[in-house]
Nanobody, 118 residues
Framework: QVQLVESGRGLVQAGGSLSVSCAASGDTICISAMAWYRQAPGKERERVAVITSGGSTNYADSVKGRFTISRDKLKNRLYLQMNSLKHEDTGGYSC????????????WGQGTQVTVSS
């Protein structure tokens, strides 16, 4: 199993920057991909960015060019650097990990709140 804990919640003005991180523990050697998701009030959860074990990344169209996902395997940490923030980026941000040691499994953190004031 994998445990995930996010940090870096905050309130920032539109146009500003914020970084959130996720600490992974447990069977981290089994992690194949990690991702950031967000959910705004009244909206469905959406995947913001994903990074594979090989370092390939993919972003939602709404954040391309503004957000950067990165992963430090030695520290077992996942990061999301968010620049040029917009009010619509407000939401609860959660990290996820997909493991593949004994079949496929997904794990989730509790999430951290990001609020962008307009």
């Amino acid at each position: 199993q994998v445990q995930l804990v996010e940090s870096g919640r905050g309130l920032v003005q539109a146009g500003g920057s914020l970084s959130v991180s996720c600490a992974a523990s447990g069977d981290t050697i089994c992690i194949s991909a990690m991702a950031w998701y967000r959910q705004a009030p009244g909206k469905e959860r959406e995947r913001v960015a994903v990074i594979t074990s090989g370092g390939s990344t993919n972003y939602a169209d709404s954040v391309k060019g503004r957000f950067t996902i990165s992963r430090d395997k030695l520290k077992n940490r996942l990061y999301l650097q968010m620049n040029s923030l917009k009010h619509e980026d407000t939401g609860g941000y959660s990290c996820s990990a997909t493991t593949s040691c004994q079949g496929w499994a997904d794990y989730w953190g509790q999430g951290t709140q990001v609020t962008v004031s307009s």
